[in-house]
């Protein structure tokens, strides 16, 4: 039994050595094996892999995909006009020799970002130093990117490499600092504002002199109406005078008698009216005291 369970022990004591052993590299990563704290070998391809077991030797893995560094609480940066904006950017990097990339930067990927923002920073104030706000909103911003990138490059890549690759620098925005901005809004909104009232002043002049010209208009057209209004009148009442003489001269007692109704008609148009006269020495109720009454006295 005791020989049976030292078996056991052993087997399982040698699965865990032989684990210990073995090491998967994924094809996103560099394999590192390190012996007493010195790299031993760099693993570049996926795979199986085998080593020493712990203490003798370790295994860490570094990313060997392309990473991307964005720019985090921008610091405001001078342009060459002395205006302080901001600027956000990002950076596309690789490692590409994980020996020198750990001897001279980290032991993983953030060192790399750290030490990469720093310089990134760094070139992108020298480089905005020497450029006005028209030149980062134009197409000369291209020209910035690759000049940022050319420096960075001559950084990782100089006496002492990093074993890293900038592969493109890219700027997302480019704005004034908070209180410039808001100086900026205040004078585009009074802009506007002075804009706004000048067409508005401008509208209602245009107004007033359309309603004058539409007085005026109206002023004429009425006054033009009037008077042919008034000369139809004038040719319908000399027609209707004429017509009244013609019949009136073929029987003056009938144009008489019809007088006489109109002057009644008009002298009781009301039921308040009141005449006092003298029938029998008046003239204006002849027509109403006979059949012969009507006729003119001789």
Not at 88 to 107: F, H, K, S
Not at 123 to 130: P, R, S, V, Y
Not at 184 to 190: L, P
Not at 226 to 251: L, V
């Amino acid at each position: 039994m005791n020989r049976i369970g030292f078996i056991a022990t052993s087997f399982l004591i040698a699965l865990v050595v032989l684990s210990s052993t073995l090491f998967v590299v994924d094809q996103r990563q560099f394999g590192v094996v390190y012996a007493l704290g010195q790299i031993k070998e760099v693993i570049t391809e996926p795979g199986l892999n085998w080593k020493l077991p712990p203490p003798f030797q370790n295994v860490s893995y570094i990313d060997k995909r392309l990473l991307t560094l964005a720019s985090v609480d921008p610091e405001p940066m001078l342009t060459a006009e002395k205006q302080r904006v901001v600027i956000d950017w990002y950076v596309r990097w690789r490692i590409t020799d994980p020996q020198a990339y750990i001897r001279n930067v980290g032991l993983d990927e953030n060192a790399g970002a750290n030490q990469l923002n720093r310089v990134m920073r760094n070139a992108f104030q020298e480089n905005i130093n020497k450029r006005t706000v028209r030149d980062l909103i134009s197409v000369r911003r291209e020209a910035l990117m690759a000049d940022v990138q050319r420096e960075v490059l001559e950084v990782v890549k100089g006496s002492k490499p990093w074993g890293i690759d900038v592969v493109d620098v890219r700027i997302t925005r480019v704005d004034y600092v908070e209180a410039i901005t808001e100086s900026v809004y205040r004078r585009m909104e009074a802009e506007r504002k002075r804009v706004a009232n000048e067409l508005r002043s401008t509208g209602i002049a245009e107004g007033e002199k359309i309603r004058a010209d539409a007085d005026r208009q109206r002023e004429v057209i009425v006054a033009n109406a009037y008077r042919d209004a008034q000369a139809i009148k004038g040719q319908g009442d000399a027609q209707a005078a004429g017509i009244y003489a013609e019949a009136f001269g073929r029987d003056p007692q009938f144009a008489q008698f019809y007088r006489s109704l109109e002057a009644y008609k008009q002298s009781f148009n009301k039921k308040g009216d009141v005449m006092v006269l003298d029938p029998s020495g008046s003239d204006f109720f002849r027509a109403m005291q006979g059949p012969g009454a009507a006729a003119p006295r001789r």
